[in-house]
C-alpha cells in the first residue's frame, strides 16, 4: 500500500499526492527520463538504470517531435526546454521523379537526438532524479513488500515497482512474460549524417520525403545551412547487428550513390558532401504485445509499441506513455490495476500509430509499378487529408493532467 503524505497543491495540478512510492525504471533514453520526471509530478520517488556509460547517450541520428509530443512535454514544463535544440519543422513535401507530389503542414520539431537525450538528462538530474549509469538488468523478483532488480554487474536495487523502458530487446519484457513476441523487422534499413558545405534551395527545417526508384531519402535544411538527412535502404533480409556494424561510411557512401544514381535531386551532392554516414541500424515495429504488466513491472514505448520511424510518433508517444503512467499511478493505489488502467488507456492508440507507421514505411519501397500509381494517387489522398483533417486523431491528441483516470476514487 502507498504511504501518503497528505495533498499538496502546485500550479500544474488541481491535487497532487505525496507518497513514499519508489519506482525503479530501466532504461535511460527518451523513456526512462521523462517517466521518472512524469512520475515525480504525481508525487512518486524513481531511480533511473541506464545499461550504457554517460558518453553512450544519444546513440543515433535525430529524430522529430510531433506537436502532441511537445504538447505533452508542456505538462512537465520541459517544452520550451526542448525547443531550445535543433530546428521548427512546420510542413513535410513529397517528392519523386524531381517532382512535388504535395506539400502537408506538419508542425513539430527536430533535433538531434544525442542532445535531446543530454537535455532530459540534465533536467531530470536538475530536478533531484538519480540516474544510474552502467546497470543493465539481468533479472526482477517480487519481494514481501515490492520489487528487486537484479543487473548483471552483481548490484541489486528494491523499490515498490519496476518500470521498463528498455527498448526493442526489453529484458523486462521477457522477465514478464517468457513468450513475449519479438519485433517484427519491416524490411528497411536506415542511415543518414549532417552534410555540409551545401546551399540547397529550401525553407529552413521543412522535411523533404523523396521517393527514390529504389531507396527513399529524407533531407532538412537547417538554419544554420546543414543539411540532416537519412536513407531507407530496402533490404528483405534482417542483417545482424555485428554485419551493419562491419560496414563502413564510406562502404555506406558507394551503396547509396549506386541507389541514387538515377533519380533526380540533391541526393548525390548530399552524401558527397557528407564527412561521416552513420552506422546502419535496422528498422523494426511491434504489431502487438499481448502481456504489458504483471502485479508490480510494466513496459512502457518500445519495449511495447515500438512504431517504424515513418510514422514520426516514436519519441512522442514515449512522453505520452510517461504522462499516463503517471496519472494511473497517481489516481489509483493498487498498483496492478493501476497497470491495468494504463495499458486500456494506451492500447488502442499506440497500436493505431503503429499500423500508419508501417503503411507510411510500405509506400517508401513499392517497385516501378507501384510507384507508377502511387504518384498518381498520392497528391489526391494528401489534399483529401488535409480537407478532411484525418490525421487529428494523431496530431491533437492531449492528456488532461489534473483530471482524474476515468474509475479511479
Request: proline residues 5%.
Amino acid at each position: 500500500m502507498r504511504a501518503y503524505r497528505g495533498w499538496q497543491r502546485d500550479s500544474h495540478d488541481m491535487y497532487s499526492m505525496t507518497m513514499t512510492k519508489k519506482a525503479l525504471i530501466i532504461g535511460g533514453g527518451v523513456a526512462g527520463p521523462v517517466t521518472a520526471m512524469a512520475l515525480q509530478r504525481a508525487g512518486i520517488d524513481s531511480v533511473v538504470f541506464e545499461a550504457y556509460g554517460r558518453g553512450s547517450d544519444g546513440v543515433g541520428a535525430f529524430l522529430t517531435l510531433a506537436v502532441n509530443g511537445l504538447e505533452a512535454l508542456d505538462v512537465l514544463d520541459l517544452k520550451d526546454t526542448v525547443c531550445d535544440l535543433g530546428m521548427d519543422t512546420p510542413a513535410m513535401k513529397l517528392i519523386s521523379g524531381g517532382k512535388e507530389l504535395a506539400t502537408v503542414a506538419m508542425p513539430a520539431r527536430t533535433v538531434a537526438r544525442t542532445d535531446l537525450y543530454e537535455k532530459l538528462h540534465d533536467e531530470a538530474v536538475r530536478r533531484g532524479i538519480s540516474i544510474e549509469y552502467g546497470r543493465c538488468l539481468d533479472n526482477a523478483e517480487a519481494t514481501p513488500t515490492g520489487m528487486r532488480a537484479m543487473f548483471t554487474d552483481g548490484t541489486t536495487a528494491e523499490g515498490d515497482l519496476l518500470i521498463g523502458a528498455d527498448g526493442l530487446r526489453s529484458r523486462t519484457r521477457t522477465i514478464i512474460d517468457p513468450n513475449a513476441p519479438r519485433a517484427r523487422h519491416i524490411g528497411l534499413l536506415n542511415t543518414g549524417g549532417y552534410a555540409r558545405g551545401l546551399h540547397l534551395p529550401g525553407e529552413p527545417g521543412v522535411a523533404h520525403f523523396v521517393f527514390g526508384r529504389r531507396c527513399f531519402f529524407g533531407y532538412f535544411i537547417h538554419p544554420n545551412s546543414e543539411i540532416w538527412w537519412f536513407a531507407n535502404p530496402p533490404s528483405r533480409r534482417e542483417p545482424t547487428r555485428e554485419e551493419l556494424l562491419a560496414i563502413t561510411s564510406e562502404r555506406w557512401r558507394a551503396r547509396l550513390v549506386d541507389l541514387f544514381r538515377d533519380d533526380t535531386g540533391p541526393m548525390l551532392d548530399i552524401i558527397a558532401a557528407t564527412d561521416d554516414i552513420f552506422p546502419g541500424w535496422n528498422t523494426y515495429d511491434f504489431p502487438t504485445v499481448p502481456t504489458w504488466h504483471n502485479q508490480r513491472m510494466v513496459i512502457v514505448r518500445d519495449a511495447v509499441h515500438a512504431t517504424s520511424p515513418s510514422s514520426g510518433q516514436g519519441a512522442s508517444m514515449a512522453i505520452e506513455d510517461a504522462i499516463m503512467l503517471a496519472k494511473c499511478l497517481r489516481d489509483i493505489p493498487d498498483t496492478a490495476a493501476t497497470f491495468a488502467s494504463f495499458k486500456k488507456l494506451r492500447r488502442e492508440r499506440v497500436e493505431r500509430v503503429v499500423k500508419h507507421g508501417k503503411r507510411s514505411g510500405d509506400g517508401k519501397t513499392q517497385g516501378r509499378f507501384g510507384a507508377t500509381i502511387r504518384d498518381m494517387v498520392l497528391p489526391m489522398i494528401m489534399r483529401k487529408m488535409v480537407t478532411s483533417n484525418s490525421l487529428s486523431w494523431m496530431y491533437d491528441y492531449r492528456i488532461d493532467w489534473p483530471a482524474l483516470v476515468v474509475g479511479a476514487r
